[in-house]
């Protein structure tokens, strides 16, 4: 994804491409389908052990980056895992990972985040709500005070990897503004129910609180200023998710060119033909672009930058419009083949709809970045 990376990133890419295509290459992501995790909970450990867990998390908190710029880090892995259409929380555990040595207690954070970073839990961040953007002031689950406790009452859906998870980040309005709860899934009150979405190998549910009570020391950070928490959540979430659809549009574009190459029509190879070209090179600069606006973002949020929050939604929508459309593309030069179930291609076009759509679309994503733009 970048041209300037260090040895220790490139060790880092190329451990994690070597593991996925040992461990699940597409024949065996297509057997996941119907496994009702979506991935296996070994399988997971063991890429914890490779760092897929720790890279937003300091050392002194059991974490570490290869590089000392833990969100670039990841975000090669989230492209790697782009690229083999791979299952698991990745996503969804860091963000989480991330959030507890900054805002949570140290008794929450010791009593949670060993086992995220070392891959035995899996944790979900609940904030999206049906048919709701997912902004700051769009929250509508509530959680009200009462004595000592706190009741959540609402809707979260979809929740990537919810099913899954052994912890939930949940985010919710207050009386006292914008705060999150950290609680395990087993609390009572909490009905999960699995979706079944387009992607095959990642999972989502819809998680509805009824009268779910927390104790105050489930509260994570300040009650009522999550509004920062939530800002640097969802543009680490924009950017691994911009790495991942750019790594699996890379792929894509990749073993199309080769088709080209290997197919011949009228006694020619496909790649021969001018138009067919003519569109390679658009696709080409598409994707090119797609990697430069998402190595952008990352180094903006990684830096802390005041603009960062419209560069990460800038490159989301231009990321989530452009790839699956080049994805799209892709599928038509293959001809029939590329629309059966027998060929990958799909499997592709899936993934990288479900993040088009997830966390924002890129229409949500230009509004925001108006928003910020007018502040």
């Excluded at 260090?6 to 992501?29: G, S």
């Excluded at 680490?236 to 991942?244: D, N």
């Excluded at 892709?330 to 993934?351: A, K, N, P, S």
């Amino acid at each position: 994804m970048d041209l300037d990376l260090t040895p220790d990133q490139e060790l880092l890419r190329d451990t994690t491409r070597k593991f996925l295509h040992a461990t699940l290459p597409l024949t065996a992501v297509r057997a996941l389908a119907d496994n009702a995790p979506g991935f296996d909970r070994g399988w997971w450990r063991k890429g914890a052990e490779l760092g897929w867990t720790s890279l937003l998390v300091d050392e002194q908190r059991g974490g570490g980056s290869v590089s000392g710029y833990g969100l670039r880090d990841l975000a090669l892995v989230a492209e790697e895992m782009g690229a083999m259409v791979s299952p698991g929380p990745l996503i969804a555990t860091n963000v989480v990972a991330q959030t507890l040595p900054c805002d949570a207690s140290d008794e929450l954070a010791g009593q949670v985040l060993p086992g995220l970073l070392a891959g035995e839990s899996v944790a979900a961040w609940c904030v999206a709500e049906p048919g709701r953007a997912v902004t700051a002031d769009g929250m509508t689950l509530q959680a009200r005070r009462d004595g000592d406790e706190f009741v959540l009452d609402g809707v979260k859906c979809p929740v990537d990897s919810g099913g899954q998870a052994d912890w939930l980040l949940i985010t919710a309005a207050s009386s006292e503004g914008l705060s999150q709860f950290l609680i395990p899934s087993s609390t009572p009150g909490l009905a999960i129910t699995p979706l079944r979405g387009l992607d095959l190998v990642r999972r989502h549910a819809e998680i509805r609180f009824e009268d779910v009570r927390v104790p105050t020391s489930a509260v994570v950070g300040v009650l009522g200023g999550a509004s920062l928490s939530f800002e640097r959540q969802i543009q680490t979430t924009l950017v691994l998710q911009c790495a991942e659809i750019v790594g699996a549009a890379d792929r894509v574009f990749d073993f199309t060119v080769q088709y080209a190459f290997d197919r011949s029509s009228f006694g020619r190879a496909l790649a021969s033909y001018q138009a067919l070209k003519h569109r390679f090179a658009d696709m080409k600069l598409w994707l090119e672009s797609a990697h430069a606006i998402t190595v952008d973002a990352t180094r903006a949020v990684q830096a802390g930058a005041p603009d960062a929050g419209e560069v990460v939604r800038i490159a989301k929508a231009y990321v989530a419009d452009r790839c699956p459309e080049l994805i799209q593309d892709c599928i038509q030069m293959h001809g029939g083949i590329g629309v059966t179930w027998e060929h990958d291609l799909h499997l592709y076009l899936r993934r990288v709809v479900v993040h088009r759509q997830t966390y924002g679309d890129p229409v949500q994503q230009r509004d925001q970045v108006a928003i910020l733009a007018g502040r």
